[in-house]
T-cell receptor
Framework: EPEVTQTPSHQVTQMGQEVILRCVPI?????FYWYRQILGQKVEFLVS????????KSEIFDDQFSVERPDGSNFTLKIRSTKLEDSAMYFC????????????FGPGTRLTVT | KQEVTQIPAALSVPEGENLVLNCSFT??????LQWFRQDPGKGLTSLLL?????REQTSGRLNASLDKSSGRSTLYIAASQPGDSATYLC???????????????FGKGTHLIIQP
């Protein structure tokens, strides 16, 4: 069964460093998402991506964040200058269509900022 | 702003019992509602998707219902097993556009323990 994959599973970085989280969505999906979950809190939407551009973004997704689909398979989230409060589990998800189909989530990347 | 609440926050029942998890949302303008399962330190596994026009969906021992007008959904688990132990999350997709509406709004989840 197709699944969303994410790398790395765990990333430790120092405050102020740039990180890139990588995702490979399900191959026939057209909509891609990033969410985050701070420990003990709800899963929060960050950004959606469709047709090679950002479709929607939440208020969390500020100028330090960016997303890219560099090729036909990968979808990346870049955090330019990490802060302690960026420590969280980051989930990538994909869907054929957000209105009629499920969103499928990857296993997540645990980001620890020290 | 849409708020999703799940009660109870935690539930522990003996194996074999049938149980109901509750989800409520403040804004009934939704396209669909999705139930997920999350195992500790892991990703989210989609269990069921209910469109706003549907009343319920079934998958194996799971049955989810939706009452959009009252802002409620329930997840019914029949004949619970220890392997069902996990956190169950409810999430809604709003109908409005803009402001991050593409994304799902999640509840905090119900932590379920099935005692062998």
């Amino acid at each position: 069964e197709p699944e969303v994959t994410q790398t790395p599973s765990h990333q430790v970085t120092q405050m102020g460093q740039e990180v890139i989280l990588r995702c490979v969505p399900i191959s026939n999906h057209l909509y891609f998402y990033w969410y985050r979950q701070i420990l003990g809190q709800k899963v929060e939407f960050l950004v959606s991506f469709y047709n090679n551009e950002i479709s929607e973004k939440s208020e969390i997704f500020d100028d330090q964040f960016s997303v890219e689909r560099p090729d036909g398979s990968n979808f990346t989230l870049k955090i330019r200058s990490t802060k302690l409060e960026d420590s969280a589990m980051y989930f990538c998800a994909s869907s054929r269509s957000p209105l009629t189909y499920e969103q499928y989530f990857g296993p997540g990347t645990r980001l620890t900022v020290t | 702003k849409q708020e999703v609440t799940q009660i109870p926050a935690a539930l522990s029942v003996p194996e074999g019992e049938n149980l109901v998890l509750n989800c409520s949302f403040t804004d009934s303008a939704i396209y669909n509602l999705q139930w997920f399962r999350q195992d500790p330190g892991k990703g989210l596994t989609s269990l069921l998707l209910i469109q706003s026009s549907q009343r319920e969906q079934t998958s194996g021992r799971l049955n989810a219902s939706l009452d959009k007008s009252s802002g409620r959904s329930t997840l019914y688990i029949a004949a619970s097993q220890p392997g069902d132990s996990a956190t169950y999350l409810c999430a809604v997709r709003p109908t409005y556009s803009g402001g991050g509406a593409d994304g799902l709004t999640f509840g905090k989840g119900t932590h379920l323990i099935i005692q062998p």
